[in-house]
């Protein structure tokens, strides 16, 4: 059972609303990752962070930011939602991702209409 | 393009049969992890394979990793519907600091009854 958890699961928010995507593991992993996948395709990584107060941007631009003042959490934010923003967002966290690999959250499903 | 692309993108077998799946990629690598996601669900960690390891094993499922040609396979054998789902690649990239996951396109099984 994933001790990583998701809120919301599924959200349909109206275009300039600011959200909060939250993401909390209860497991004392350093590294947290979030990916943004739009439905049947590959996972892009848009931010990642290797401990408190350390953050950094993934491969895909995204729009999105996060913070990382607890090791349990790290929420994803849209300050200005826009429908081109809906899509899939998993959250993930590792021990050790060179040998332990990650642990994923069940996803928040985002609709901006 | 993509670190990690499998092949085929999609797999359609009888329950009992064995299903292959490939995956390539482009630069050196720390390891290759291979992932299981149910629709709409986060991912599941399956295996991890080192880039100093050619094979390995984990109950139904048997990855090769071949680093003169950049590729793995997964085999899962005696497949049964429970095994339907979409199933990545990710490549850890020997040149990135830290560790950061790059995911394939994935392929989609379906498992017949």
């Known amino acids: 059972e994933a001790d990583i958890y998701q809120t919301p699961r599924y959200l349909v928010i109206g275009t300039g609303k600011k959200i909060t995507l939250e993401c909390s593991q209860t497991m004392g992993h350093d590294k947290m990752y979030w990916y943004q996948q739009d439905p049947g395709m590959e996972l892009h990584l848009i931010h990642y962070?290797?401990?408190?107060?350390?953050?950094e941007k993934g491969d895909l631009s995204s729009e999105s930011t996060v913070s990382r003042i607890r090791t349990e959490h790290f929420p994803l934010t849209l300050e200005s939602a826009r429908p081109s923003h809906t899509s899939q967002y998993l959250c993930a966290s590792s021990e050790g991702p060179r040998v332990y690999g990650y642990t994923f959250g069940s996803g928040t499903r985002l609709t901006v209409v | 393009s993509q670190q990690g692309e499998e092949d085929p993108q999609a797999l359609s077998i009888q329950e009992g049969e064995n299903a292959t799946m490939n995956c390539s990629y482009k630069?050196?690598?720390?390891?290759l992890q291979w992932y299981r996601q149910n629709s709409g669900r986060g991912l599941v960690h399956l295996i991890l394979i080192r880039s100093n390891e050619r094979e390995k094993h984990s109950g139904r499922l048997r990855v090769t990793l071949d680093t003169s040609k950049k590729s793995s396979s997964l085999l899962i054998t005696a497949s049964r519907a429970a095994d339907t789902a979409s199933y990545f690649c990710a490549t850890d990239a020997a040149e990135t600091s830290g560790s950061r996951l790059t995911f394939g396109e994935g392929t989609q099984l379906t498992v017949n009854p």
């Open positions: 962070s290797y401990g408190v107060n350390s953050t």
């Open positions: 630069t050196s690598i720390n390891n």
